[in-house]
């Protein structure tokens, strides 16, 4: 079960990796050698493109791509929001997997499941290139207490797994 955690928590942190790499490199820089990278944009408008785009499978599946900063701004936990289907169900393994309480672990899922269903994430194709927003009024958007004390234990929780990971000494190769 420890390896099954430890192999779930690294494909979790790959697609939050991404996602915030993606997002230091907002000013218009590429991924030296990956394909992958964020372009600025002037004046995005996906908010005025209501019930255009397309949901998201994947979001590292995209390569070139640029979040809404609209989205940026509305939370600072739109690093766990912003997420495809794929990267959806790896946030649910992993809270699956914890070591928490199993009346915690329903409480985070369901917390999550509500959110991702309220904002969904929808990819649009424009002039300056695909944009991820949210399925929503982004300028509207309101999380309750609740839901940041939810995100912000699930953040603390992968922190927490991160050190212990980075603390676990590695086999020897060879």
């Known amino acids: 079960m420890e390896r099954k955690r430890i192999i779930i928590l690294g494909i979790l ?11 230091l490199r907002f000013e218009g820089q590429v991924a030296q050698g990956t394909g992958v990278g964020i372009q600025a944009v002037q004046e995005p408008e ?3 493109q209501a019930g255009t785009g397309t949901s998201v499978e994947s ?5 070139m791509f640029t979040i809404d900063p609209a989205f940026i701004q509305a939370t600072p936990h739109w690093i766990i929001i912003v997420a495809g289907k794929k990267e959806q169900e790896a946030m649910i393994r992993y809270i699956e997997n914890t070591s928490v ?3 915690k672990k329903a409480e985070w899922e369901s917390t999550m499941r ?4 309220a904002y969904p994430v929808k990819a649009v194709d424009m002039a300056q290139g695909t ?3 949210c399925d929503c009024n982004l300028s509207t958007m309101s999380l309750t207490g609740s839901q940041n004390a939810t995100m912000r ?4 929780e992968i922190a927490l797994d991160m ?3 980075l603390a676990t000494p590695t086999p020897a190769a060879g």
């Open 153 to 156: 234990e699930i953040e603390t």
């Open 114 to 117: 509500g959110i991702w269903a």
């Open 101 to 103: 309480a199993s009346e």
């Open 13 to 23: 942190l790959f697609f939050l990796y991404c996602i915030a790499f993606m997002a």
């Open 163 to 165: 050190e212990k990971y």
């Open 46 to 48: 996906p908010q005025s």
């Open 131 to 133: 944009i991820i927003t």
């Open 59 to 63: 979001i590292s599946d995209l390569g």
